[in-house]
């Protein structure tokens, strides 16, 4: 288990192996920290699928209209939808797209990020200055890459629960 610095920016990801702790990073994106903070706080993450999930590049959630859907119309749809609230403008930062890293998915426009993120499971440097880096997993990586893999898998992994350590 890591050390958590500031619970107020750390977010918990429980999956089915385990929690995955991500420490956010308010300083490089304040405002992708803060729209995270804020679905987890209201529930709209909890049992929400990874629905694109690629060997050897990310696993993705988080599209909090579609993809809590059990059936598979719905899931096929996951990926195409955000939260009720708008969308972000791009922070690009610095900061590299790093193993385990957590970069804002978003369309072709830049600032059209929302809900949705994906972890990265190795350095996708080609993605630096194009995708917002907004956290990083600082425990539970093992269980980021235990992730059914597929787009959408056939029977995708959920964020069971996503609570910010403040209030767990």
């Known amino acids: 288990m890591a050390e958590i610095k500031d619970p107020e920016n ?3 990801i429980e999956l089915k192996d385990g929690t995955v702790t991500i420490e956010l990073l308010p300083d490089v994106a304040p405002k992708h920290a803060e729209r995270m903070k804020e679905l987890a706080r209201s529930g709209a993450y909890d049992n929400v699928c990874f629905h694109r999930v690629i060997d050897g590049f990310m696993a993705q959630t988080g599209d909090v209209e579609h993809g809590d859907m059990e059936d598979d119309f719905n899931l096929r749809r ?3 939808g955000g ?3 708008p969308d972000l403008p791009a922070e690009f930062s610095k900061l590299s797209h790093d193993r385990g890293t957590l970069g804002a998915a978003r369309s072709q426009n830049p600032n059209s990020a929302n809900s949705q993120f ?3 499971f190795k350095d996708n440097h080609f993605l630096n200055g194009q995708y917002t880096v907004y956290g990083r997993v600082i ?3 093992e269980h980021v890459d235990a992730i059914t893999r597929g787009e959408p898998p056939a029977n995708p992994d959920r964020m069971i629960s996503v ?3 403040a209030d767990a």
Do not use: E, P, R
């Open 118 to 120: 994906f972890i990265n």
């Open 83 to 85: 939260s009720d609230l």
């Open 139 to 141: 425990s539970g990586m």
């Open 78 to 80: 996951a990926g195409t």
């Open 163 to 165: 609570k910010v350590a």
């Open 10 to 12: 750390t977010i918990l």
